[in-house]
């Protein structure tokens, strides 16, 4: 049992959770607003959690909205994730090995 949760303890995305507690709280803030929102703790009362339950778009609930609702989501963490690798390669050196990680040669 030790080892799982020393294995649990040292992966990547609780040590990076770790590393944004130490010094950037703020960016943590988003994802408690977002969680929030999404369970009905935060602006129940405008209707915020139905926003990611039940999207609309011009009235109607179908895949348009979800994929509207999919593309904003996916966008947040995309961006969290390049937040996170700009600010965190040099405390975690195998995310800063490649010269250019943002760009792929296609063959």
């Known amino acids: 049992m030790k080892k799982y949760f020393t294995g649990f303890f040292y992966s990547l995305p609780i040590q990076l959770v770790f590393l944004h507690f130490r010094r950037y709280q703020v960016l943590l803030l988003f994802w408690f607003i977002l969680f929030a929102t999404i369970s009905g703790h935060f602006l129940k009362p ?36 390049i937040t996170t690798f700009i600010l965190h390669s040099r405390h975690i050196k195998f995310l800063a090995t490649t010269a250019q990680p943002f760009f792929k040669v296609l063959y």
């Open 46 to 81: 405008y209707g915020a959690d139905s926003l990611m339950l039940a999207p609309e778009y011009l009235g109607h609930v179908n895949a348009l909205s979800t994929a509207f609702a999919g593309f904003a989501v996916a966008s947040y963490i995309m961006s969290w994730n």
